[in-house]
């Protein structure tokens, strides 16, 4: 009886049921004798308990009688009668059927209770080997192109004027900001995607890569760098002819000229067609007057603005001879040399924001403030010799979303940074939720925090689905680069890309925050810095779900309308084609499989994101049809289709993710490090199927057996990832010195 005796008092509390138990046991147990009863029955008071010294005794006791192999209470009591009595054994089978019952009904059962009572158990999950070997297969299949360049930013990075600390009194950190992105320009980081006789690399794919790299350093740095170079100096070198280029785009690209980007006004962020900030074209002057009517068309949160911008991209309303040509952009100057705002122009600083408060963002005003013709950046439109406008797109609209689409490298850079931040988080989370260990086994060590399988629920299909977004940024980023690419397509993957990625890395850090626990909160440890910085990631460069409604509306004119606006006019030809158009019948034992072989096959994966795509199209264009057909104007159509347009954009985009990271590992020689890739890509794949469940129930893709088959194959894939994850994080090779957070160095 004596190791159940211990076990009931293990944690020095007894309650009257197990009293009661074990009374009852003893007072029918006739293989007992009296006296061993009577011994038992002194443990049984609860105001008497048993001394310290004689608990310690009888643990010790049961201790070496469990050294000898027994697994349970029972066998170890039994090991301990045969050890110290001279009794026939007459009395074992009674004794095993007695203690055994008395052992279910306390809860005792099975080897557990007897581990934690002596302290024996063996087995710690293996989590924390990596293998350098298949960490370096895995880099080699997933880092960007430009690796020269990619090299020399890291490089850069670890100057002393780029390492910023956290917290800083707003002004300086401003000021060190400024001078962390002068350095850039000194490296001359600052002119990749500028014409190569303008002392550029012509190459908007490098000028992406060098901005994904800086988003490992400080993000007010990286937004800084935007700004100055992408926005600012991008509209120039793609809206601006060559004058525009040989006066402006060197002394950009040397911080010689800082500048601004003024498109977002108070009253409209997103809806740049209506923006309502007006230029005048003066014909008699030969000059256009720039002007803010009211507040609402003031220039809100520009960045570079509040402090050091000279000049402005100004995005305006042209009027001239008495037509509103509709939205162009201007170079209009702010601010004079001695720092004073410019005559007419009124600059108010927007103050500190959640984040990125390295970057001065402020709000413009406009009184008329004239400009020459030559102001107009002219590649599209402008004023000819006679003093009358003219453009060689002759629809207004058209003209717009043109101008527009040669900005979307903004987009790209975005969704690269994205996946650069998220990187970043997970290899601090991993590396740290595989070295911190809590509670384990009963009698058993410690385990690390990420042997549990909430942890690796909650980082394993995050790392997945940031190794497939890494995949299909990469793509975007060779579009981007290629002259001849459909430029459609790119606007539509471009958005797609951007509003999932950004989403992905704010979801991404607050899982990894919350995995490191209260490590997780401390400044040094980056997470509320990157979680405040990343934040208007999902906002700027175009807000997420707008621009998941225009990848639904280009996926609904299979890209053959401009992009820009959320009008379903003009379309009917494209609804109704899809609308009448059937998918192919579900074969009913795909729908009922649910052996894993199946179920991790890309494949079948890749067919089941296919079919959620296809279906939500077919049934997006059906409801819009339906509604323009009874009258509805498109816009009102749109809107009460609105959540159905972001699903079907958002599944395009998890399709995009996985068949572009299958495409590109299929020709990848094989090794361990292409192994685990597949490993990989298939929880991404799992977990996407898990998260719209409902979905495939609903549409009868899944059975629902096979629904449940998903969640517990996502369950096996995340342990069997587990060991791998260190592997995984060191494959995305950052430095320690850009990790920043201790309990992320790769040491740990």
């Known amino acids: 009886m004596l190791p159940l005796l211990c076990a009931v008092w293990a944690d020095g509390l007894i309650d009257e049921v197990e009293l009661e138990s074990i009374r009852r046991t003893l007072d029918g147990t006739e293989w007992m004798t009296q006296e061993g009863r009577a011994r038992a029955k002194e443990w049984l008071d609860r105001t008497r308990p048993p001394s310290s010294a004689t608990y310690s005794a009888a643990t010790a006791a049961v201790r070496a009688t469990a050294g000898t192999g027994v697994v349970t209470l ?235 911008g000279r000049i402005a991209t100004v995005f305006a309303r042209l009027l001239a001879g008495g037509t509103d040509h509709g939205v162009h952009a201007f170079l209009v100057p702010i601010r004079e040399r001695s720092g004073a705002p410019a005559p007419g122009v009124s600059i108010e600083d927007c103050g500190a924001k959640e984040g990125l408060n390295g970057v001065d963002n402020g709000r413009i005003r406009f009184d008329a403030v004239r400009v020459p013709e030559g102001a107009l950046l002219d590649r599209f439109a402008g004023i000819n010799d006679a003093g009358e406008y003219e453009s060689s797109i002759p629809s207004p609209g058209r003209r717009f979303f043109t101008m527009l689409g040669t900005l979307v490298s903004g987009r790209v850079s975005i969704a690269a940074a994205s996946v650069a931040v998220a990187r970043k988080a997970l290899t601090i989370a991993v590396r740290y939720t595989a070295a911190r260990r809590q509670f384990g086994p009963a009698g058993g060590a410690e385990v690390p925090v990420l042997t549990y399988l909430s942890v690796q629920r909650a980082l394993l299909p995050r790392l997945a689905r940031c190794y497939a977004t890494g995949f299909a940024v990469r793509a975007l980023i060779r579009r981007l680069a290629d002259p001849d690419a459909d430029r459609r397509r790119l606007e539509v993957r471009a958005a797609a890309l951007k509003a999932t990625a950004s989403r992905d890395a704010v979801n991404t850090l607050q899982a990894c925050r919350e995995a490191c626990g209260g490590q997780g909160y401390l400044a040094e440890n980056q997470f509320g810095r990157l979680k405040a910085d990343t934040d208007v990631f999902t ?210």
């Open 74 to 308: 029972t066998r170890a009591g039994l090991a301990l009668a045969e050890a110290t009595t001279t009794r026939a054994p007459s009395w074992r089978t009674a004794a095993v059927a007695t203690l055994g019952k008395l052992e279910m009904e306390l809860g005792f059962s099975g080897g557990e209770v007897l581990r934690e009572l002596v302290g024996a158990y063996g087995g710690v999950p293996a989590i924390g080997a990596r293998s350098s070997g298949t960490a370096r297969q895995v880099a080699q299949a997933v880092r960007g192109d430009y690796p020269e360049l990619r090299a020399r930013v890291r490089a850069v990075l670890s100057q002393p004027e780029l390492r910023i600390p956290d917290p800083l009194p707003l002004a300086e950190q401003r000021e060190r900001t400024l001078v962390a992105v002068k350095a850039l320009a000194e490296a001359g980081l600052g002119a990749f995607a500028f014409p190569e006789e303008l002392g550029g690399a012509g190459d908007a794919g490098a000028g992406v890569a060098v901005f994904e790299e800086l988003a490992l350093g400080d993000l007010s740095v990286l937004v800084k760098y935007g700004v100055q170079f992408g926005l600012f100096g991008g509209s120039i070198a793609q809206l601006g002819t060559e004058k525009h280029h040989r006066r402006y785009l060197a002394r950009v690209a040397s911080m010689e000229l800082p500048g601004c980007y003024a498109m977002t006004e108070t009253g409209h962020g997103s809806n740049v067609r209506d923006i309502r900030t007006v230029a005048t074209h003066d014909a008699a002057a030969r000059e256009f007057v720039v002007a803010t009517p009211d507040d609402d068309a003031r220039k809100d949160y520009i960045g570079n603005a509040a402090l050091d």
């Open 539 to 748: 906002t700027f460069e175009g807000a997420n779900p707008v621009l998941l409604q225009l990848v639904a509306k280009g996926l609904l004119s299979r890209y053959g309308r401009d992009m820009g606006d959320l009008s379903m006019w003009g379309m009917a030809r494209y609804l109704a084609e899809m609308a009448g158009t059937r998918l192919t019948d579900m074969n009913p034992v795909v729908t009922r499989r649910t052996d894993p072989d199946h179920l991790v096959g890309g494949a079948f994966q890749l067919a089941a994101l296919r079919y959620r795509e296809d279906r939500l199209l077919r049934s997006a264009a059906r409801r819009l049809k339906a509604r323009i057909d009874a009258g509805m104007d498109s816009f009102d159509a749109a809107n009460e289709c609105q959540d159905h347009l972001i699903a079907l954009a958002s599944a395009h985009a998890d399709r995009v993710l996985l068949s572009t990271a299958l495409r590109d590992l299929e020709p990848l020689a094989e090794s361990k490090g292409k192994e685990l890739l597949a490993r990989v890509l298939s929880l991404y794949g799992l977990s996407v199927l898990e998260t719209h469940r409902a979905w495939y129930l609903e549409a009868g893709y899944f059975e629902p057996m096979k629904s449940e088959a998903v969640r517990a194959e996502v369950n096996r894939a995340c342990r069997e990832l587990a060991p791998h994850a260190l592997e995984l994080v060191d494959a995305f090779e950052i430095p320690d010195y850009l990790v920043g957070a201790p309990v992320g160095r790769k040491s740990v």
